[in-house]
Each structure stands twice: as C-alpha cells, then as structure tokens.
C-alpha cells in the first residue's frame, strides 16, 4: 500500500497536515501565553491520519449523527483538534490566534459549545467511558460508525479508563477504537510505565482488546493500524502509540519540564520557520470522506406520558420502587429513554426496565464512573440516559458529574437509599451529601420526592427536562398523600398543610416529610398550628411559596431533612430566605450515623417528629 | 507439609474455624434480621487460614501496631469478620448476636469505632488503595509487617482498583498480599467475569503482581498459596480464591438471588444444625502466633513548628506555594508528616517536600483514588499524610473522603487551583465546588486562606489537628495582609478592616477577600464604610465573631467567594446568621464559567470589587 503513487501522495499530505497542526499549535499556544503545545505535537502525526484519512466526516455539519467521532481524552492538546477542524474547513485558520480567551470558543480545554465535540474534556481519563456510551449508541442505532478515543499516557493510569477497559472489553464493542499517546512524560515527571510499551500491551490484551504497538510518529505504520483496527471483530482496538512529546520542536522534543508551556515568542519562530521547511504543499490536495447521508428515521415516541398508578392511602410504596416502576412505563413509550445502573437493578427497581427494554438497559456492574461516563456519551447522541445507583456511589463519579455539567448534557442520575433511614447497612451505604454534590452544580436541577406518586412525577419530569437532573430517592415505603392527578412542576413545591393560625412553617422532603406531618399532628393536639411544605423541588427553588408560606406562617421556618447539614435541603431554603430576613432553623444529621432500625437512626440522630415538635416549642 | 500429624491437625482446626464462622454469620444476620451470610460464607476459609495460620498478631492486643494487617475491603461480609475476632478471643460468641442493632458496635459494615479495623470498609473498592498505604508504612518504618486485604470479585471492577494494582506493583510492595474472593454472583446477577479465573490471572500479572489461582475452600492450597505470597519478593502477591457464594450452607451454595438476605429461622437453624456436624472438636486448639514484641522506638519530632517567612507587603506569593514552602519546613521537623501528590507536585509545590524527604514522598500519579486511599491507610497507621492536587480533581476521590469521614481518620487534603481565578485553563480546571464537598462532612475542618502568611498557618494547624482537614489554595500570587507574627486558629476569622461607622459586613475569602478590600477602598473614597471580615475558617465557623460583627456593620451581610453558590462559604455563614435575622446576600460563580484571564474572569462571573460595590450601593 505504501509503495503506490497515490499513497506516496497520502503520506506526504498526512506528514503535511501534521506539520500545520504543529504550526498551529505552537502558535497559538504562544500567542496565548499559555498551553500544551508539546502534548499537541506528540499527537499530532496521530490527529493528522484521523481526520484526514481515517473518519469518515463532513467537515462542513461536524453535527450530523452519521460522522465518526472524535474524542479528545487528552483535553490539554486541544489547539490540535481546533487545528484539526480549521484545517478541514470549518472555520479560518486565524481563528485559532484566539485561543484562551474570555471572548472566544477556542478554550484552554474543548467543551461541547464547540458543534465537533460531544462532552467537555481536560479532567483526565474520561474520554474512554463517553466513548463507549456513543459507541453503544451507534450499536444500538445499528449505524456503521465508529468511534475514535484519544488518551494521554499519563491519563490512562486512572481507573476510570480500567473500568471502561473492562467493559468495553465485555461488551465487545469492535466500533471502538482507542489511542494511546505514549509520549512518556506527565506533567511533573515521567509516567509510571514510560515507554514500556510491551505492559501497555498485555494489560490491554488481559482487558480484551485487541492491541497495537505501533511508532505514533510513523504515518504509514498509523493508518495501517487503524485498518486493523477496523477489521478487528468482536472486540475493541487499542492502539498503543509509541511518541515523542514535543515531537519536531526543535530543542524540546522529549526533553523534561515542557509540560503546559507555551514556547516564547522567539523560539515558537525558529520552531515554525524548521516545522515550514518540511512541508511539501501536498496538504491542500485532501478532500474530505463523507459519512452514509441517509438520514436515520426519527423512532416514534408511541405514547402520552403514562400516568401514576398510586392511590392516596394505598398500600405504602418506596419513592426507589416508584421510579423503578416509572422508568418501566416510561421505557415503552419513549424509545430514546436508556437505563444503566450499577449492579443494584434490584434495589434500584430499574430490573423492571430491563427486563422490558433489555437492548436500552446497560449493566455498569460496580465501576460508577465509567457508568456515569457512558451516559454522557448516550446524552451527547440524544438519548435520555437515567443512570442509578445508591446515592452514596454517586460520590465516586462526582468528578463525571462535575465535567456533565460543564458539558450542559441532558443526563438523569437516579439516587437510591438516601439517609439514615436505611437502616442497617450503616453509614457506608447512606447518601447524606448527594444534594450538596448535586446542587453544587449550577445547572442541574435536582428534585425529591416524598412519595411514590411525587416519584413517579420526577422520573416523567426528569424525562421531558432537556438538561442534568438528579432525582433523590428514599428506601423505606411511605405513605401516598397525593393523587395520581395532582400535578408537579419543576420549581414548585407543595403546600400540605395550611391554615389560618399558622405560627410556624416546616419544610421537609422525602421521610422527613413523613416526621413533619406527624409533628402537625401532635402539635394540633397541643393546639399549635404549623404549616408544612413539600419542597420536592431543591433546584430550582420555589421562592415564591416559600415566601409567602414563611409569612402567613409566622415569619419562622424550620427545616428538616435526612442529609448533613452542610450544602442540604436546608441551605436551599435559606439562600431563598436569608434575604426576606426570616430565620431558617435547619434539622439535619449533625454527625457520623450508625446501624440501627430505621426510625431508631430517624429518632437517633434527630430528625424525627419528636425533634421538629421540640424546634417548634422552643421557637414559640 | 500437609503429611505430617501436626499438619492435619491444623488442617482441621482452620476447617473447623471456618465452619465456626459460617455458623456465627448465619446466626448473627437471622438474629439481626438483615445482612449478607452468602458472602460470609464464601470467605470463610480464607478468613480462618489467615486469622488462624497466616497472620501474626495478639488477639489481646488489636491495636498492636505490630501485628499484621487485614482489611476486609469486602465490608459487607462484616460479621465474618467480628466472628473471626470473636474466635480469637477479643469478645464473646454471644455479642455476635447484636449486630446491625442501634446501640451495638458490631454494624453494618466495619468501621474503626472497632479497635481491629483501620479504615470504615462498605464502600467496595477501597480496601486495596488503603491496604497500599499500610503497607507503605510499613516499608517506611522497615517492619516486617505484613498486610492482608481480602476483596469481592464484583469489587474488583471499581477502578479504584485497578489505580492500586499499577501503583502496588510500581511499589514492589511485597509485604502485600490481596486476596480476591471469586464468588461468581454480585448482588444482581453474575460478575462480569464469573468464574473464568484465567481472566483475572492475565489481569493481575499484567499489572505487575504474583498472581496465584486457588480453591478458596481448599485450606491445605490456601496454606500453600499464602506461604508462597509470603516468599514472593519484588511485587505484591494476589491470591484469586474460586469459591462459591452461600458455600456450605445448604439449599442456597452458588444459588442465584441470595446476596444481601439472611435465612429466615427455620432455614438457619437446619443450616446451621449441618454445619455443626462437620465440627471435629480442634477449634479449640489454636495459639495465636504473636507479632514482634520489640516496641518501635518513636521518632522525636526535631524541632518547634516552623514560623512564616513572608512580610506584610513583601512579594507576591500564590497560597499554593505557601503550603508547598510550609509543607517543606514541617517535614523537616516532623517525621509523622508524608505528602502525596497526584503528577502536580510543581503545581502544588510539594516537589520542595520531595526534595528534603523523598522516602516521605509518594508520587500517587494520575490515579487520585488511590492517592487519597493510601493516604487514609498511611493515616490510619500514625501518619499525618497530606494529599494534594487540583481541588477540582479531588471530586474524582468524593467517595473516598466521604469514607475517611466515616473513619475520622487524620488526612490532610489540599486542593489547589480553585475557581475562576485560574483563568486560561478553563471550568475543567477549576475547583468551584469543593467548598459543598469537604464541608458537607460534618466531621472535616475547611480552612481556606487568603495570603501566603495565612495559608502557611492553615498548613501547621492542619498538621496539629487531629482530624479530616481540607486546606483550600488558589493559583494567583496575592499580596501578603498578616505579619509572620498572626495567629490564626481554627474556627476563627479576622477582621480586616473596621470602623465607627461600617454600614454593612462584607465577609470574603482567598482572592475574593482582595476584592473585598479593594471594594472598601473605593466606597471609602465614596464616603461609604464597610467592614471586611476573612472568614479563613469554613468550618468550624466562627459564629461569635460573624454575629458581632455584622451588627456593628448594619446588620447586613455580603458574601463573596470563588466558588459556585450552593454549598459554598457564603452558605455557611447564613447558617449562622440567619437564627439571628441578619441577612446574607450572596455574591458567587452561578453559571459554568469559560476560559480567559484570570482578572477578566473575576470581572465577568461577577466575584469582582465592582460587584460588591453594586451590591453595597444597591442594599444602602
């Protein structure tokens, strides 16, 4: 293949193309003042055979669904990806002179304002799991396209990358194909395994993948790994490609202390005048591959949003068990709705889903992050993933959480087994800072239901949202106290009991929802009227009935909830009310549960009725 | 070895050990209605061969920081854990019967409120990253201490995991042995590599361990295996135990459906009642092998805490490189002390650490899961690890400093590069919810300096605290407002600036105090008085000096911080103020932010002076 004139001429337009991405990348690096230049120049020989060889692409709608996809793992070599699409034509090469800027799309890492990338990139190692949630979809969409990861070095001892190994692996996704940049250097020093690129490779193989060994800098030897790679079946590819950071800039190449440094002004000259010497003018001859322009019918959504089948003081339900049976009914009207979970379909109740949907249900077994990765990945592709877990897990996807933020991706966690209301499984299994890690996050909205017929609103809710949601879900049954027909909305609470004495409100969700009532009641005996609200929704917040609820109610507010004080339920109200000058008295878990029975640990540590009727006492 | 008298006798001490834990599980998990006897069930034998064969330690003494290590990552597999002390004569058979229950120390899952457990387990995933870090320890004080961790085969997909599977055989740990539980069945459905124990030979090898495929029930190849792991120099050993869930309890062995339930009466009883046949009566006949008596002698701690060196005025300094300088001087003169960085240690500046006590120093790479397990096993053994990277990347060990919360362990955390402040590298970069994170613990201390003479205070009252501490840093050289002679303590502010005449309380923290101080400045000129509080202390906050002071400021409070709003600092002082009526307006970052100069980025989301000036005049 390499003895062709056409493919003499292949060559010398791919090391073309590669030279300008390194042109491109030192200039722009230096004009900003700030950058990876030399972590652009070790992938650049690799980036060059992709774009211009290997995808199949319309450089002109980076958004059509059919185009391969590109993921930048490594998101501190972005100036060679904004390289790479100025270089296909989407927009001038001048353009990228405004890297890091306040006021431009090109910053220090890709996020998904740019139309060619799926998911905001820069935290390290999770390129993989996204990858692999857009090469499920493609499956699932039997579209032929295939889906090209590029990792750091460096960032493949994050075990997120192992969980993806380990899945892709399993899920024998032969549309994926992974790269290793291996240029031996991490930020602060050489990485672990440097250029030992035989490990590289049997740890790969042991994940079950087909792997490469190849010199990132030998275009000829590129493209014919990724033909491997595409006629590989039933197993992912791995390319493992042996590099040089800095690679063709001059005095830097694979010299230490080059990590994150834009060249000077002077050097970044005489790099591009020796990188401009060598091209052949060869690079204006690519025309690009286009991708299979047969549109993808649209599937149907072949119902009206089914409705909740619980009864007011019916027999008692979890909030978990309801958006198990929400997701259910909700899986067969919308196809686009995904479920994963993580090996608890069983507590999570989404084995309804499954076993309805099996093709759109994904088992993540124990590895949340790479969950949670491969949701963003289905989200990026417009499915509506809802990813579960125990609340708790949560926490081990937070940095996944975080850049599904940055990413705006319209992904729905579903968080069971919150508080100390679970029992005996003790503080381990108990989620008491889900709201402050969920919240934390500016656009997502967050909702807890108190019962099942509220749950089932937040999962149909959470499903016509466009945006991330989290929805917290409770263990133990409750009560239904509302009917299938009361309606819920995003940024609405719900006033539960009023009256026209009202000397104090208490705002609950969830069991404590259940505690407050019950503390009504016992107040009512003692002649004191309080009114009680359902927050149901965290984020947004209903300001306006918290307002005027804290007003015809004495101007005090108690809150109750079954998580930590800090960044809580309680917070939320506060940052509504602060302002209006009414007290907030937040009652939340103070301390480090413990296993017990759960109205033992509800009494214990002091966010039962006894405690909201004692708040109250004191505060009249 | 298994021919002669005495051999057999042990073979049937440690069956009938085994045997005795399998009845103690059964019976405790009835008795407490909940719990996970299968599990039990299949890591009886491992248990007894290492409790009663392998390990060196006094029962009389758990707390002997001499006796070998076990850490049952697999927590939920507890009461095989308390009935393998209860065996060695630690407590009564009898108080095995209390487990689960509110008021018993035998719960759910294990934590250290129990003297024989370093590290709350329950959280799968973690034992490993922990059980890394004793034995670092160990290799630190040169004892010949071995450490034991035992771990489920659905756990084995966390990539946790696998992070300390690169870095134990990086290490050459070889007083580490795991021991990997293959029991074929997670909690809903198969593993994902069941039995098929090739797999994870070809794993664990590949990541640079001894790895060794055994019958879990096999005691005399358990034997052999564990002396093997024992002989085994350079690398870790990992022993992958075949065993059946549920094994030896009749009906439910290596059945489907049984994870998580304990057997109603009638079933345990008739479970049991076999068990008990198989006992041969040599139970009895165990003597510990005690562990090396000779008391380490403790190193002195060589000198008086190490004094600021910076002047009021003096150059610029970034708070990061205050705690990397004070990290440096406190190694010197105490040896408790290690750092653990995450490949930023020229970001974080503990690279000066490394320089004077390098074998104090652990390089935990990219992989900061294991990073801050190891700190927490590193903790648990006497040490006053601290662990630093970008705070934006702690998010990715959420679930590991949640655990260390549960454990109360004495790891110091400090995350660098916080907020928008970074500038260029943009929101991937950016810790802007670490605030919602650390403090939602209700147990941790967040400290969160201003200037270099503060954050190197923070940085010696961390190392003298005993307790979970989160030092938050910025990346931006900021002007140096406290003499060398301050003191600071934790749960204290200070206040900047004061007069007669203040009309409203500005409270402000790392770059946004500045701007603080610069909003003071120019409503001065203005003729409008404030008076500007440093919080420095998150958490515990200082109560008394936030009340006094915003009402002799007008009774009106402004917060403003580098970080996003809910969960932040200005939620914290709310917490405070709003029982006393004192309203907090919140000024903070509420959108996802964007690459660009630092300063334009503090100007554009709305943290900057010109902000707090707007917000003052608006609320006078």
């Known amino acids: 293949m390499v003895t062709t004139a056409a493919s003499v001429n292949l060559l010398k337009l791919l090391q073309d193309k590669a030279t300008r991405l390194r042109i491109d990348s030192i200039r722009a690096t230096t004009a900003a003042g700030s950058g990876h230049p030399t972590s652009c120049a070790s992938a650049a020989d690799i980036v060059s055979v992709l774009f211009f060889s290997v995808m199949r692409f319309d450089p002109k709608q980076p958004h059509n669904p059919a185009n391969d996809v590109f993921v930048l793992s490594k998101g501190h070599a972005a100036p060679v990806l904004y390289s790479a699409w100025s270089e296909a034509g989407l927009f001038p090469r001048e353009h990228l002179l405004t890297l890091r800027q306040t006021s431009s799309d090109l910053e220090g890492h890709p996020t998904p304002k740019l139309p060619y990338v799926d998911v905001a990139t820069g935290s390290l190692g999770q390129g993989l799991p996204v990858g692999l949630g857009i090469a499920l979809n493609a499956k699932l969409e039997k579209s032929d396209q295939r889906v090209y990861v590029l990792m750091g070095d460096g960032e493949s001892a994050e075990g997120s990358v192992w969980e993806s190994a380990e899945l892709g692996g399993n899920d024998a996704l032969d549309n994926l194909c992974a790269i290793i940049d291996v240029n031996r250097l991490g930020q602060s020093g050489p990485t672990m395994l440097q250029h030992h690129m035989e490990v590289y490779k049997a740890r790969w193989e042991a994940f079950g993948w087909h792997a490469i060994v190849v010199d990132g800098h030998d275009i000829s030897a590129l493209l014919k790994a990724f033909d491997e790679a595409e006629e590989t079946k039933g197993k992912p590819t791995i390319i493992l490609a042996r590099t040089l950071k800095g690679k063709g800039i001059v005095g830097i190449e694979d010299k230490e202390g080059w990590h994150g440094k834009p060249l000077p002004k002077e050097e970044a000259d005489r790099a591009v005048a020796v990188l401009e010497k060598s091209l052949t003018g060869e690079a204006d001859s690519w025309t690009p ?329 004191e505060l009249l």
Chains 1, 2 share one sequence.
């Open 289 to 617: 591959k286009l991708p299979d322009q047969r549109a993808t019918p649209a599937v149907p959504i072949t119902g009206a949003m089914p409705k909740s089948p619980y009864a007011i003081g019916g027999k008692e339900v979890a909030t978990r068990k309801a958006f198990g049976d929400a997701l259910h009914e909700l899986g067969k009207v919308n196809p686009r709705v995904v479920a994963l979970d993580a090996d608890v379909k069983n507590s999570t109740f989404t084995e309804e889903f499954m076993t309805t949907a099996p093709q759109r249900f994904f088992e993540g077994y124990i590895a949340e992050q790479n969950m949670v990765g491969m949701s963003m990945g289905l989200a990026a592709r417009g499915k509506i993933p809802f990813c579960s877990t125990f609340a708790c897990f949560f926490t081990r996807a937070f940095d996944f959480i975080r850049m599904a933020a940055i990413s705006q991706l319209n992904v729905k966690f579903a968080g069971t087994h919150v508080g100390v209301s679970i029992g005996e499984d003790g503080p381990s299994q108990m989620g008491l800072e889900d709201i402050a890690m969920f919240a934390a996050e500016p656009n997502y909205t967050v909702l807890y239901p108190s019962d099942a017929t509220s749950a089932w609103a937040a999962t149909m809710l959470a499903a016509e949202l466009v945006g991330p949601t989290y929805i917290r879900l409770g263990r133990p049954n409750n009560p239904i106290v509302y009917s299938p027909d009361e309606k819920f909305e995003i940024g609405k609470s719900k006033v539960l009991r009023q009256g026209n004495n009202d000397r104090i409100l208490v705002v609950a969700a969830g069991v404590t929802l259940f505690e407050a009532l019950k503390a009504y009641d016992e107040l009512k005996k003692g002649g004191i009227d309080i009114r009680v609200v359902d927050l149901f929704s965290v984020q947004p917040i209903d300001r306006a009935t918290l307002v005027a609820s804290a007003r015809a109610a004495g101007n005090q507010v108690i809150t109750v909830e079954d998580h930590y004080s800090h960044g809580g339920l309680g917070d939320a109200v506060q940052s509504v009310l602060s302002s209006e000058r009414i007290p907030v008295y937040k009652i939340a878990v103070t301390e480090i549960p413990h296993s017990g029975k759960p109205q033992e640990l509800v009494e214990k540590f002091g966010i039962s009725s006894k405690s909201i009727v004692a708040k109250v006492k």
